[in-house]
């Protein structure tokens, strides 16, 4: 037999020509690898233009021009092992499970290929020759568990090869002593062991790299060591020092190496620098906090990569300044925004606007005094302190009781005095630069706040922008980055005809830089302008006008019906709306105010995606066309006022809303409900004649009685529902507030003990959505299903039980049949609907007739601990769960029969 390859252009893939129709044995084996075989023509065979399939193709051809067995043909993993590859996605964790002489037992290994079929083929070769007939099954997870697989890594249980497929002798093996005959290399730590190409080759000798010399009489330049090698030290040395170490310290010591971490994590090299030296900055701003012994020790370490770095030193004792403001180059997401001004004060991550909502527990440890601010002193606070509280998104969401409504109206009334606190420019034609954008957004401080249409938006500035340090520095900046996208646009220039090469590539990219030059040009003129006027004797900066109260609008009751025509018109036509031109509504709708208005363009959006969702085509088609309206047309709901911070409410994405339709079957339930039902966005898929919401914010009644469901009530729905509504509805769907159970101990007691089967520990151990949750569930029929949503994702802590929660959990799995549970990354999944916390959605299908059991361990739902990054992944696990009902199958006979 011959085989000859080429690469299709069109597939993007090998495509295989045999001389001759493959045996059923080698056609078997090249399907679970993962190649598939042509209808047309069964000798034409495709595969992935993938490094595994590449080198077995390769070396298949080889061994039929020798007319040899492919049998012999190995294939081993893409990707070299290392840490970094596992940052980068290109592993899969393996679980082999073996019969134990009393139990079942698992071994775990990372095999270094994110194609699950060539990882699964590698591990169960591997396993068969290892274990032999212990062996139970393997599963495969490619691309997760990230965290077991570096210390899987590290502690040298990696598959590195396979085995040929005549080899597999039963008796079990150590993988440490690698014999002769086998071609499998396994790694341990620093030793590495040559591969055996071949059977019958000699044994190789193990050979152990000599440890650096790390004795302190050589620099790490003399050792010739990396800024990457120099991370790794610092790290390790860092965390000796911590163990040392505790309280305040330990804290400072154990955040740094945290963030040092993350930066090693990058395999990016700009990522890796800017993480790194974000890392370096952040501590910086705490090393003084540190005793003076304690201080010396970490720089020791620190300094280390600021020299690898070329960076300044970081002195043992700190420089005294008496100024407000300071200049300083600050990292804001991926990118620098050099030579800008940061109060001096303020301290990181204030500074450079760079807050994430992970970083509460580090605010609450180093900024306690921002703890005790809420709405009522707030007109107390310094204007440091009302700068830092605006950074965050929302205060609420990190614990402090200051509503952002009340926080941008102290800004309207003392944003000029709070400046001057902090030590910014006051002056309107000053120039201040997007911390977003960078240096292609640069406008005057009169622009940023919108004087010329009376607005006094100082906590706009304060978020978004910071003032330039030097100006004359900004325009240097601004040329030598106008300079290097000159040089860069003559790639995609034709050099005969000065014009745009005529491809479609060079086309975008020749306007996308010319659109950026532009930009740079319009910030440079506004710094220049800035320059000029301060060169003129007689010019004065200008004053602030007076701000002028506006009459309100009217409010009429037919607003709804035009946002939503004016939404759907531009919805009609991909248009996404931006906020300002959202917000410019009001006065064209007559919305009462800006919190009406919002309420009801989320309104528009639902509509828009229930249309979606009744359209006749399969459920996949209709979740891609959901897909695309979320990422390319959906506005983002930039509003919040007071009552969404009273009821913590965060709306369900509605793509999310129509995979838990699928889940519960909606169309074929007879009665629905949902307790805290906003806007109604998690019931896309809902008969609205056949279903009971409950809101308790009477604010959003006007939505659900424009959607005509059947009743809405305003309950409580913290508290139990009356006993009527005990076991009755098909089907229970919940996103409750995210937030703590604020009752006394007493009425935590009684419900626990009545709603939640008297289950030990779960009155001190639940949170607001929890307890919601199960009064929701007391609701649903014996054989209803139920699909929850709340903060938080599962995963397992050392002793392999669920870490948080546990009680709530057990009770659940205890009384319910808890089909999943699906840890979501809110950042991506939850990002338009203004919550970035962790969330779950948990799928129940049924109340169990007799209570049993528990909250799985890690080693019967090791899945529990992944994440799903997109809407089609959920699909992909909610899927799995979704059962045929009585009416489907037997429709689906009549079909059958009828054929």
């Given at each position: 037999?011959?085989?000859?390859?080429?690469?299709?252009?069109?597939?993007?893939?090998?495509?295989?020509?045999?001389?001759?129709?493959?045996?059923?044995?080698?056609?078997?084996?090249?399907?679970?690898?993962?190649?598939?075989?042509?209808?047309?023509?069964?000798?034409?065979?495709?595969?992935?233009?993938?490094?595994?399939?590449?080198?077995?193709?390769?070396?298949?051809?080889?061994?039929?021009?020798?007319?040899?067995?492919?049998?012999?043909?190995?294939?081993?993993?893409?990707?070299?092992?290392?840490?970094?590859?596992?940052?980068?996605?290109?592993?899969?964790?393996?679980?082999?499970?073996?019969?134990?002489?009393?139990?079942?037992?698992?071994?775990?290994?990372?095999?270094?290929?994110?194609?699950?079929?060539?990882?699964?083929?590698?591990?169960?070769?591997?396993?068969?020759?290892?274990?032999?007939?212990?062996?139970?099954?393997?599963?495969?997870?490619?691309?997760?568990?990230?965290?077991?697989?570096?210390?899987?890594?590290?502690?040298?249980?990696?598959?590195?090869?396979?085995?040929?497929?005549?080899?597999?002798?039963?008796?079990?093996?150590?993988?440490?002593?690698?014999?002769?005959?086998?071609?499998?290399?396994?790694?341990?730590?620093?030793?590495?062991i040559e591969k055996v190409p071949k059977e019958g080759a000699e044994e190789k000798k193990k050979v152990?790299?000599?440890?650096?010399?790390?004795?302190?009489?050589?620099?790490?330049?003399?050792?010739?060591?990396?800024?990457?090698?120099?991370?790794?030290?610092?790290?390790?040395?860092?965390?000796?020092?911590?163990?040392?170490?505790?309280?305040?310290?330990?804290?400072?010591?154990?955040?740094?190496?945290?963030?040092?971490?993350?930066?090693?994590?990058?395999?990016?090299?700009?990522?890796?620098?800017?993480?790194?030296?974000?890392?370096?900055?952040?501590?910086?701003?705490?090393?003084?906090?540190?005793?003076?012994?304690?201080?010396?020790?970490?720089?020791?370490?620190?300094?280390?990569?600021?020299?690898?770095?070329?960076?300044?030193?970081?002195?043992?004792?700190?420089?005294?300044?008496?100024?407000?403001?300071?200049?300083?180059?600050?990292?804001?997401?991926?990118?620098?925004?050099?030579?800008?001004?940061?109060?001096?004060?303020?301290?990181?991550?204030?500074?450079?606007?760079?807050?994430?909502?992970?970083?509460?527990?580090?605010?609450?440890?180093?900024?306690?005094?921002?703890?005790?601010?809420?709405?009522?002193?707030?007109?107390?606070?310094?204007?440091?302190?009302?700068?830092?509280?605006?950074?965050?998104?929302?205060?609420?969401?990190?614990?402090?009781?200051?509503?952002?409504?009340?926080?941008?109206?102290?800004?309207?009334?003392?944003?000029?005095?709070?400046?001057?606190?902090?030590?910014?420019?006051?002056?309107?034609?000053?120039?201040?630069?997007?911390?977003?954008?960078?240096?292609?957004?640069?406008?005057?401080?009169?622009?940023?706040?919108?004087?010329?249409?009376?607005s006094h938006k100082w906590w706009s500035v304060v978020e978004h922008s910071r003032p330039i340090a030097d100006p004359q520095k900004g325009?240097?900046?601004?040329?030598?980055?106008?300079?290097?996208?000159?040089?860069?646009?003559?790639?995609?220039?034709?050099?005969?005809?000065?014009?745009?090469?005529?491809?479609?590539?060079?086309?975008?990219?020749?306007?996308?830089?010319?659109?950026?030059?532009?930009?740079?040009?319009?910030?440079?003129?506004?710094?220049?302008?800035?320059?000029?006027?301060?060169?003129?004797?007689?010019?004065?900066?200008?004053?602030?006008?007076?701000?002028?109260?506006?009459?309100?609008?009217?409010?009429?009751?037919?607003?709804?019906?035009?946002?939503?025509?004016?939404?759907?018109?531009?919805?009609?036509?991909?248009?996404?709306?931006?906020?300002?031109?959202?917000?410019?509504?009001?006065?064209?709708?007559?919305?009462?105010?800006?919190?009406?208005?919002?309420?009801?363009?989320?309104?528009?959006?639902?509509?828009?995606?229930?249309?979606?969702?009744?359209?006749?085509?399969?459920?996949?088609?209709?979740?891609?066309?959901?897909?695309?309206?979320?990422?390319?047309?959906?506005?983002?709901?930039?509003?919040?006022?007071?009552?969404?911070?009273?009821?913590?409410?965060?709306?369900?994405?509605?793509?999310?809303?129509?995979?838990?339709?699928?889940?519960?079957?909606?169309?074929?339930?007879?009665?629905?409900?949902?307790?805290?039902?906003?806007?109604?966005?998690?019931?896309?898929?809902?008969?609205?004649?056949?279903?009971?919401?409950?809101?308790?914010?009477?604010?959003?009644?006007?939505?659900?009685?424009?959607?005509?469901?059947?009743?809405?009530?305003?309950?409580?729905?913290?508290?139990?529902?009356?006993?009527?509504?005990?076991?009755?509805?098909?089907?229970?769907?919940?996103?409750?507030?995210?937030?703590?159970?604020?009752?006394?101990?007493?009425?935590?007691?009684?419900?626990?003990?009545?709603?939640?089967?008297?289950?030990?520990?779960?009155?001190?151990?639940?949170?607001?959505?929890?307890?919601?949750?199960?009064?929701?569930?007391?609701?649903?029929?014996?054989?209803?299903?139920?699909?929850?949503?709340?903060?938080?994702?599962?995963?397992?802590?050392?002793?392999?039980?669920?870490?948080?929660?546990?009680?709530?959990?057990?009770?659940?799995?205890?009384?319910?049949?808890?089909?999943?549970?699906?840890?979501?990354?809110?950042?991506?999944?939850?990002?338009?609907?203004?919550?970035?916390?962790?969330?779950?959605?948990?799928?129940?299908?049924?109340?169990?007739?007799?209570?049993?059991?528990?909250?799985?361990?890690?080693?019967?739902?090791?899945?529990?601990?992944?994440?799903?990054?997109?809407?089609?992944?959920?699909?992909?696990?909610?899927?799995?769960?979704?059962?045929?009902?009585?009416?489907?199958?037997?429709?689906?006979?009549?079909?059958?029969?009828?054929?």
């Amino acid at each position: 037999m011959q085989l000859t390859s080429t690469f299709n252009k069109q597939k993007k893939g090998i495509e295989l020509h045999f001389s001759e129709v493959l045996p059923k044995e080698l056609a078997f084996h090249l399907k679970e690898l993962g190649f598939k075989e042509t209808l047309s023509d069964p000798m034409k065979w495709y595969v992935d233009n993938h490094p595994a399939y590449c080198r077995y193709v390769e070396e298949l051809e080889k061994e039929f021009v020798k007319d040899g067995d492919w049998k012999h043909v190995l294939i081993h993993p893409s990707f070299e092992s290392s840490l970094e590859n596992i940052d980068k996605g290109q592993f899969t964790y393996v679980t082999i499970f073996l019969k134990g002489q009393e139990k079942a037992e698992q071994e775990n290994y990372v095999v270094f290929d994110s194609y699950k079929k060539v990882a699964h083929e590698i591990a169960s070769r591997f396993a068969m020759r290892k274990y032999g007939d212990t062996l139970k099954h393997i599963e495969v997870h490619p691309r997760n568990y990230k965290r077991k697989s570096r210390v899987l890594f590290r502690d040298g249980k990696v598959i590195d090869g396979m085995v040929a497929l005549e080899s597999l002798p039963t008796q079990n093996e150590v993988v440490k002593e690698v014999t002769e005959n086998d071609a499998l290399v396994v790694k341990e730590g620093d030793t590495e062991i040559e591969k055996v190409p071949k059977e019958g080759a000699e044994e190789k000798k193990k050979v152990v790299k000599e440890p650096e010399d790390d004795s302190g009489y050589k620099t790490d330049a003399e050792r010739n060591l990396s800024t990457r090698s120099v991370l790794k030290e610092v790290i390790e040395k860092l965390n000796e020092q911590t163990e040392e170490l505790d309280v305040e310290p330990e804290t400072i010591i154990a955040t740094t190496v945290m963030d040092l971490e993350d930066a090693a994590d990058q395999w990016s090299e700009i990522h890796f620098k800017n993480h790194l030296l974000k890392a370096l900055q952040n501590f910086k701003d705490w090393v003084y906090d540190l005793s003076i012994k304690d201080r010396a020790m970490a720089l020791m370490q620190v300094n280390r990569l600021n020299r690898s770095l070329s960076l300044e030193l970081i002195p043992l004792k700190e420089v005294e300044t008496e100024a407000r403001s300071i200049a300083k180059d600050i990292f804001n997401r991926d990118h620098i925004v050099p030579n800008v001004l940061v109060p001096v004060h303020a301290g990181e991550p204030f500074q450079s606007g760079s807050l994430t909502i992970g970083d509460g527990n580090f605010l609450k440890f180093k900024f306690p005094q921002l703890y005790t601010v809420n709405d009522e002193n707030l007109k107390q606070v310094s204007g440091l302190e009302l700068f830092q509280l605006s950074q965050m998104p929302h205060p609420n969401d990190y614990g402090i009781a200051v509503n952002r409504s009340t926080l941008l109206q102290e800004w309207e009334n003392r944003g000029p005095e709070a400046f001057a606190t902090i030590g910014y420019p006051t002056d309107l034609n000053y120039p201040y630069v997007n911390i977003h954008a960078g240096y292609k957004s640069v406008s005057s401080l009169g622009a940023e706040i919108d004087i010329e249409n009376n607005s006094h938006k100082w906590w706009s500035v304060v978020e978004h922008s910071r003032p330039i340090a030097d100006p004359q520095k900004g325009i240097e900046i601004i040329d030598a980055m106008l300079l290097q996208l000159v040089e860069d646009h003559l790639d995609y220039v034709n050099p005969k005809t000065g014009k745009p090469k005529t491809d479609k590539k060079s086309k975008e990219a020749f306007n996308e830089m010319q659109w950026q030059m532009n930009r740079l040009e319009r910030s440079k003129a506004n710094i220049q302008d800035y320059l000029d006027g301060q060169q003129k004797p007689e010019s004065k900066p200008k004053s602030l006008p007076k701000k002028q109260k506006t009459q309100k609008s009217t409010t009429k009751n037919d607003y709804i019906d035009r946002v939503v025509a004016v939404m759907h018109t531009a919805f009609a036509k991909a248009e996404r709306l931006s906020k300002k031109k959202v917000e410019a509504l009001k006065k064209e709708t007559g919305a009462p105010n800006l919190g009406a208005l919002w309420e009801a363009v989320e309104l528009s959006w639902l509509l828009w995606y229930k249309m979606l969702y009744k359209e006749p085509i399969p459920f996949e088609s209709r979740l891609r066309k959901m897909d695309f309206f979320w990422s390319q047309v959906q506005p983002t709901y930039a509003y919040s006022d007071s009552s969404k911070e009273l009821y913590k409410q965060y709306s369900t994405p509605c793509p999310i809303g129509a995979i838990v339709a699928e889940y519960t079957q909606m169309k074929d339930a007879e009665f629905i409900f949902e307790p805290s039902a906003g806007n109604g966005l998690l019931l896309v898929g809902a008969n609205p004649r056949i279903t009971h919401v409950n809101e308790i914010d009477n604010s959003r009644k006007k939505s659900l009685e424009y959607q005509g469901f059947g009743r809405i009530t305003n309950n409580n729905a913290a508290e139990p529902f009356p006993e009527v509504m005990n076991k009755v509805h098909d089907v229970v769907v919940t996103n409750p507030p995210f937030a703590r159970w604020e009752a006394s101990k007493f009425d935590k007691q009684r419900i626990a003990n009545k709603y939640f089967n008297k289950q030990r520990g779960i009155a001190n151990h639940i949170r607001l959505e929890h307890l919601m949750a199960g009064l929701a569930l007391h609701t649903m029929k014996d054989d209803g299903k139920a699909a929850i949503i709340i903060m938080g994702h599962v995963y397992y802590g050392e002793d392999g039980l669920f870490a948080k929660y546990r009680p709530f959990f057990n009770w659940l799995y205890r009384h319910y049949h808890v089909d999943d549970i699906i840890n979501m990354n809110s950042y991506k999944l939850y990002n338009k609907q203004g919550a970035v916390t962790k969330t779950m959605l948990i799928l129940v299908g049924g109340r169990k007739s007799k209570p049993s059991g528990v909250a799985p361990d890690q080693t019967k739902a090791p899945e529990l601990d992944t994440m799903v990054e997109t809407f089609f992944d959920l699909w992909k696990r909610v899927k799995s769960h979704i059962k045929p009902n009585l009416n489907t199958l037997i429709s689906q006979l009549k079909k059958a029969r009828i054929q």
